[in-house]
Structures are given as structure tokens and as C-alpha cells.
């Protein structure tokens, strides 16, 4: 019986390998993470995001580059958002972008990732910590890749984000597992006028794998890739009455938790 017994594991190890692995734990027993931010350092971040995040108890990341106007002009609100428990995070200093790949003719030719050197984007990126450290007081940060790009002048950079920053996010589809989960690399959906019902399938797909959700959100209720505040509201109750079931936190947060899961 016990020979039989022995037999009928080793069969379902050969069978179903991936069945018998630890599920990633999540903090509080959630099924799943979610991270919400927020690209460009816009005004409609502080108008309509932020106090909707508040409304809800949820913190969220806003990867904001230097030379944003809001950040410029409202300042001291930028200031408060950060006092609140919202992440600031590294978005470069001037936004660049590779200008070579489809739809990508809004680029300049001065903010060209093409045209950049490695050694040019990290002090870009470098001159930009010390900016937001003016404002929030902050030594550690995230990096959010402008347009998902990570190459300088046909250069991949990102030994570079590993040695300035804690976790970094890209674009890339929900996890199938959190196995070799890579948190500078860390994959996520660019919303553009989707409705709730997609942004909440979304994070049940997560919920589901047992891994994670991450929203770039643009615009709220704005102009250019942009969710609608309806849409983001509905998305923020339906975490809120599923709360047991999603950790819900700031980019570094979460990053920095897998960090040390994985150690």
C-alpha cells in the first residue's frame, strides 16, 4: 500500500511539476498585488487620481520627469502627495524616447534615445533623483522606462537602472507565476480608454495566476491615453470591497517585498 502510495506521487510530480509549487505569498494571505501609477507628472493626477486614491485608503506611484509642468507650478501639492503615503518615482529628466518605432513621430530630436549615449541617459537619470529628493527628501526611488524603452543609442542601459535604482517598471503582460519575477523589468498594462470592466478583469486575471497587477495609467479623465475618472473609480471600489484578496501598494513598496521574498 505505501509502495503504491510512493508510485502515485512521483507520477503526479512527472505529470503536473508546476502544481506542486509554493504558491507566492502575498502579505495578509492576498491572493494577488496590485500597484497603480501614474505616468508624466500631470495636473489631472492631483485633481482627480490622488483624491480618489484618498477616498479609498490606496497609494499609488506617480513617476513624474523633471521637466513636467505640474510639477514646476503646483509644487508644494506634489509636496502633500508624497506626505500622504504616494510614491514619486524616477521618469527621467526630459522624457526621451526612441524615435524609429511605429507611431513614435511625436519624439524630438533632441530627447532621441537613439541619439542619447549610455553615459548621457544615467546622468539624466542621475540629475533627476536629485530633483525629486528637493522634493520629497528621498534617497531611494523606482524608475518608470519612458515609453518602455531601455536602450541608448542602441545600448541597453539597465545595468545602469540596477545600480541606481531599488525596482524599475516596463510594459509586458500578467505573470503566469512569480518564479524568476524580475523587479526591473517588472511587467505592466498601458490603459488607454478602456472601460472598468476591463480594468477589473485585469486585476482577477492576476488574482487568478496568483501573481500580479500593474497599471500604467496617463491621463485620468484627461486627454492622451487616458482612463476616465468613472472607469478608475470603479476600479479603486471594486478593490476596496475585494480588499482581502488584493495587497494593494506603492510600486517600491511591492517591489521591495518581492525583493525579499525572493532572498
Known amino acids: 500500500m505505501k509502495r503504491n502510495i510512493i508510485l502515485l506521487t512521483l507520477i503526479l510530480i512527472m505529470a503536473c511539476p508546476d502544481a506542486l509549487k509554493a504558491q507566492f505569498e502575498w502579505p495578509g494571505s492576498a491572493k494577488a498585488a496590485v500597484c497603480l501609477t501614474y505616468d508624466d507628472g500631470l495636473d489631472c493626477h492631483l485633481d482627480v487620481a490622488v483624491p480618489q486614491l484618498n477616498e479609498f485608503g490606496f497609494k499609488g506611484t506617480f513617476f513624474c520627469p523633471g ?23 524616477n521618469h527621467s529628466l526630459f522624457h526621451p524616447c526612441r524615435s524609429d518605432l511605429d507611431g513614435r513621430e511625436w519624439v524630438k530630436p533632441e530627447y532621441d534615445l537613439n541619439k542619447y549615449t549610455p553615459e548621457q541617459i544615467a546622468a539624466e537619470l542621475r540629475t533627476a533623483n536629485t530633483l525629486l529628493k528637493a522634493v520629497d527628501g528621498k534617497t531611494e526611488r523606482t524608475y518608470g522606462y519612458t515609453c518602455s524603452d531601455y536602450t541608448a543609442g542602441g545600448v541597453d542601459f539597465t545595468g545602469t537602472i540596477r545600480e541606481i535604482f531599488v525596482a524599475a517598471r516596463n510594459d509586458g503582460p500578467i505573470p503566469e507565476s ?54 478608475h ?26 525583493k525579499t521574498a525572493q532572498n
Open 178 to 231: 512569480m518564479d524568476g519575477y524580475d523587479v526591473y523589468m517588472a511587467p505592466s498594462w498601458c490603459v488607454d480608454s478602456h472601460p472598468a470592466e476591463a480594468l477589473i478583469g485585469y486585476v482577477e486575471k492576476a488574482r487568478g495566476n496568483g501573481t500580479i497587477a500593474i497599471f500604467m495609467f496617463h491621463s485620468v479623465d484627461g486627454s492622451y491615453l487616458n482612463v476616465s475618472a468613472e472607469a
Open 67 to 89: 521637466h513636467s509642468e505640474s510639477l514646476y507650478n503646483r509644487m508644494d501639492e506634489w509636496r502633500k502627495m508624497v506626505k500622504q503615503g504616494h510614491e514619486l518615482g
Open 233 to 258: 473609480l470603479k476600479l479603486l471600489q471594486y478593490l476596496k470591497e475585494n480588499e482581502k484578496d488584493y495587497y494593494v501598494a506603492t510600486f517600491k513598496e511591492v517591489m521591495e517585498y518581492i
